[in-house]
């Protein structure tokens, strides 16, 4: 019998995400699920580190990792026939599209096409890092934040009669609360400043312009017209002349992680540019006003109760809540903010527990987070204790190698490569997606 992948209803959703014990006894807590055994799930762009994680989140799922850079032979030879043969069977795609032959395969063989992306409580660290993800959106229809077709979450946040629905609306404000009284967001860090100690003293309104990663399949796939961070600035400065404005790029951007297309140099005569890490908690703390293209910062401004122009489609634009400057005709639905807040915190995600890998609540994830900040030897990965034997070599001498390859690490990479790398080199290395560095890894580490 061939599998089905009906999208969700809305009112299954919230059936999943309520009772979890539920769930996970019954199939439909898989978006692409069959009636007996496991299905076949190739999944795409998924690099090293997340597969693990994946295949013991998912246990109902057999898992096919198909490789990053799939060539057009390997793809005929290899990967067609093994996805022919089986008689049930879904693509599970990490990212904004399905490869076009992957995806001419999909619709000749009507195969069910699962989007999976990070859920909006991410992680305990202040980046994703290669940390396991505490939440995980999976779509059948689009990623969340493609604004040029509707996702399972749009269809949700149009369709969910919210205001029937009492117990959710009682949940989604207590929920609210509970990450303002935390202070948590998708990601977290302890707090090393405050925003005075940054932004100086208060004395006008004050002017929030956060930045992203505009390369990111955020702004590519969630604008109708593009817009660089400088261009988001000028507006901010054009249309609050007489406010303070703050511009604080990504994280990112910040540590190399990312490139930078813009230069903040460029508009650092219309604004004050912070550069200091400042936990979004604190970095909202004290603004009137926030600018920004797609970010979830702006959600998180909204739970605030501060004003938020949005210069792209990000979700949680076009239903009443936001200054939009893009249009936005499939969501002409008003939703109050404790709607919005259950659909795509209560009802939308997965929430999963990074150690057992069996799907928990919003509710425990919050505090895993908070426990995580309070005890900061939970939150980091501790590094490999010394030993004379072992994977580190006779009396531990490859543990020497740490001090002399994390400078070249950082200079190849960014810092946070080089914390990794000095937390679990051989984890480090068997992660990554080169395979040219996974060799040198297995040189330097041959074994563990």
């Keep these: 019998m061939y599998i089905q992948c009906d999208h969700h209803t809305p009112q299954l959703v919230h059936e999943m995400n309520t009772n979890t014990v539920e769930a996970k006894r019954d199939p439909r807590n898989t978006v692409c699920v069959g009636?007996?055994?496991?299905?076949?799930?190739?999944?795409?762009?998924?690099?090293?580190?997340?597969?693990?994680?994946?295949?013991?989140s998912f246990p109902d799922r057999r898992f096919h990792f198909l490789p990053k850079k799939l060539s057009s032979l390997d793809l005929e030879r290899t990967?067609?026939?093994?996805?022919?043969?089986?008689?049930?069977?879904?693509?599970?795609?990490?990212?904004a599209a399905l490869p076009p032959a992957l995806a001419e395969i999909a619709t000749k063989q009507n195969i069910p096409v699962c989007?999976?992306?990070d859920g909006f409580l991410r992680s305990a660290r202040p980046s994703a890092s290669r940390t396991p993800p505490l939440s995980l959106a999976l779509d059948s229809r689009a990623p969340y934040f493609d604004c040029h077709r509707p996702s399972?979450?749009?269809?949700?946040?149009?369709?969910?009669?919210?205001?029937?629905?009492?117990?959710?609306?009682?949940?989604?404000?207590?929920?609210?609360?509970l990450l303002l009284e935390s202070g948590i967001s998708k990601y977290n860090g302890g707090l090393q400043r405050t925003a005075e100690e940054l932004y100086g003293r208060k004395t006008r309104k004050r002017v929030l312009v956060v930045g992203q990663v505009e390369d990111d399949a955020s702004i590519r796939y969630g604008c109708t017209s593009p817009m660089t961070n400088n261009e988001l600035v000028r507006l901010a400065a054009a249309e609050q002349p007489d406010a303070q404005i703050l511009y604080k790029p990504h994280p990112d951007v910040l540590s190399r992680v990312r490139p930078a297309r813009s230069d903040p140099a460029e508009v650092a005569h219309l604004c004050e540019v912070?550069?200091?890490?400042?936990?979004?908690?604190?970095?909202?703390?004290?603004?009137?006003?926030?600018y920004t293209i797609t970010s979830l910062a702006g959600f998180e401004a909204l739970m605030r109760g501060i004003e938020?122009?949005?210069?792209?489609?990000?979700?949680?634009?076009?239903?009443?809540?936001?200054?939009?400057?893009?249009?936005?005709?499939?969501?002409?639905?008003?939703l109050s903010l404790e709607a919005l807040f259950a659909g795509a915190y209560l009802l939308y995600p997965r929430y999963f527990d990074?150690?057992?890998?069996?799907?928990?609540?919003?509710?425990?994830?919050?505090?895993?987070?908070?426990?995580?900040?309070?005890?900061?030897h939970l939150r980091h990965p501790s590094r490999p204790v010394w030993r004379p034997w072992g994977p580190y070599g006779v009396l531990g001498w490859r543990h020497l190698l740490s001090s002399i390859l994390a400078p070249a690490i950082r200079r190849a990479g960014n810092d946070r490569d080089a914390e990794d790398f000095r937390a679990d080199p051989i984890r480090f290395f068997r992660s990554l997606s080169d395979r040219r560095l996974r060799l040198i890894g297995r040189l330097l580490y041959p074994f563990g």
């Design 354 to 376: 990074t150690v057992t890998g069996e799907q928990t609540s919003f509710e425990a994830t919050v505090a895993a987070i908070k426990r995580q900040l309070e005890q900061p």
């Design 35 to 56: 009636t007996t055994g496991r299905i076949a799930t190739f999944a795409v762009h998924v690099t090293e580190w997340k597969r693990a994680f994946l295949e013991r």
């Design 274 to 290: 912070v550069t200091e890490s400042l936990p979004l908690a604190e970095a909202l703390r004290t603004i009137d006003h926030v």
């Design 115 to 117: 989007f999976v992306e």
């Design 79 to 95: 990967w067609k026939p093994r996805i022919l043969q089986e008689a049930r069977c879904e693509f599970f795609v990490w990212g």
């Design 308 to 334: 938020v122009t949005t210069a792209g489609s990000p979700f949680y634009a076009g239903w009443g809540l936001t200054d939009d400057r893009q249009p936005h005709s499939r969501r002409g639905r008003k």
């Design 152 to 177: 399972d979450l749009e269809v949700l946040l149009s369709t969910y009669d919210f205001e029937a629905d009492a117990a959710l609306t009682e949940r989604a404000r207590a929920g609210v609360a």
